[in-house]
């Protein structure tokens, strides 16, 4: 499985609110029934906590790094989505973060999985 440790932080650059959103449009996966490749894109959007409350924000490079440890993993949509938002959550400690994985699609379906963390707005 993917290495939260890789997962690197900076110091939020901000005391004004920022909302940060990133998207990965690579991400590959296995499918854990069939062995097949998954493919989908995967947005990252949180709020960090300002740095005089010990706000970090994830460095992209390590993100990258990171995603790309799912790329020979067999796990579900759902997995991949509850894993990438828990070790972010663990990483950052936002003030709020939603993944949301959106898959290709297969079989005449298409898939989108949302995971939060804290009261992300509407």
């Not at 940060?20 to 960090?48: M, N, W, Y």
């Not at 924000?57 to 790329?71: A, D, H, M, P, T």
Request: with cysteine.
């Amino acid at each position: 499985m993917p290495d939260a440790s890789l997962l690197e932080v900076f110091p939020t650059p901000a005391e004004s609110p920022l909302v940060i959103e990133h998207v990965a449009e690579e991400f590959t996966s296995l499918c854990p029934k069939t062995g097949h490749p998954d493919f989908g894109t995967i947005h990252i959007r949180f709020q960090p906590r300002p740095p005089s409350a010990g706000g970090v924000c994830v460095e992209l490079k390590s993100l990258k790094l990171y995603l790309q440890g799912f790329r020979n993993e067999g796990i579900f949509y759902e997995a991949v989505t509850d894993r990438i938002r828990t070790d972010l959550a663990c990483a950052m400690r936002p003030a709020w973060l939603v993944v949301e994985t959106h898959w290709r699609g297969r079989g005449g379906i298409r898939s989108v999985v949302r995971a939060t963390h804290g009261a992300a707005p509407g």
